[in-house]
């Protein structure tokens, strides 16, 4: 089993759809998790950290469910310009691990029209 | 402007002729790190270091080098380049090796062609 799995979509929503990613991983004891946001051939972008008690900013919310070891990401009203890979990171304990992360492979999306 | 700069961008050359691919970050970052990405693999880490003098191997180490002289440079050295290393790497930092919930901040990429 992979670290960090993410399904590989395509997702393919229209515009102003409301859409949900999952990232499961394998570590339970991981404490950092993140979602960034990969244009195409472009550098991973941070979009959101991942808090335990859930987080949003404007129309993305991030959530961790610890006991099924996934993170997942909604993404509401959807855009064209949010068409692109999503990537999750996992991370280790908060001591002793440092900071090695470990990315899942990304959804890909595509906003249409 | 906080970055991090890796050159070159695009890079075509040929087996064995030894190749450096340099990453300057100017945010004082402890920790940098090197991925390479490839289709259905995703990122997968190449090296890192914790900090000055301090370099330790990802999970694809093989066939790569690196050093960290000075806090803001982290070169990727291949020395006997190969077809299999053809892909796009990028470069990362992160301001501390520990703490936790750190995000790392990535360069723009280098695509790499061995022919």
């Known amino acids: 089993r992979k670290e960090v799995e993410q399904d590989p979509g395509p997702f393919n929503v229209p515009e102003g759809a409301t859409v949900a990613f999952n990232c499961t991983y394998s570590n339970s004891a991981s404490q950092s998790f993140f979602w960034y946001r990969q244009d195409c051939r472009k550098e991973p972008k941070l979009l959101m950290s991942?808090?335990?008690s859930g987080n949003e900013d404007g129309r993305f919310t991030a959530q961790l469910n610890r006991a099924s070891q996934y993170i997942s990401l909604l993404i509401r009203d959807s855009k064209l310009s949010d068409s692109a890979t999503y990537l999750c990171?996992?991370?280790?304990?908060?001591?002793?691990?440092?900071?090695?992360?470990?990315f899942g492979t990304g959804t890909q999306l595509k906003v249409e029209l | 402007e906080a970055q991090v700069t890796q050159n070159p961008r695009y890079l075509i050359t040929v087996t064995g002729k030894k190749l450096t691919v340099t990453c300057s970050q100017n945010?004082?970052?402890?920790?940098m790190s090197w991925y390479r990405q490839d289709p259905g693999l995703g990122l997968r880490q190449i090296y890192y270091?914790?900090?000055?003098?301090v370099t330790d191997k990802g999970d694809v180490p093989e066939g790569y080098k690196v050093s960290r002289k000075e806090k803001r440079n982290f070169p990727l050295i291949l020395e006997s380049p190969s077809p299999n290393q053809t892909s796009l790497y990028f470069c990362?930092?992160?301001?501390?090796w520990g703490g936790g919930n750190q995000p790392q901040h990535f360069g723009d990429g280098t695509r790499l062609s061995i022919l």
């Open positions: 990362a930092s992160s301001l501390r």
């Open positions: 945010m004082n970052h402890e920790y």
């Open positions: 270091s914790m900090n000055v003098e």
């Open positions: 990171a996992v991370g280790p304990r908060v001591t002793g691990g440092g900071n090695k992360l470990t």
């Open positions: 991942v808090y335990s």
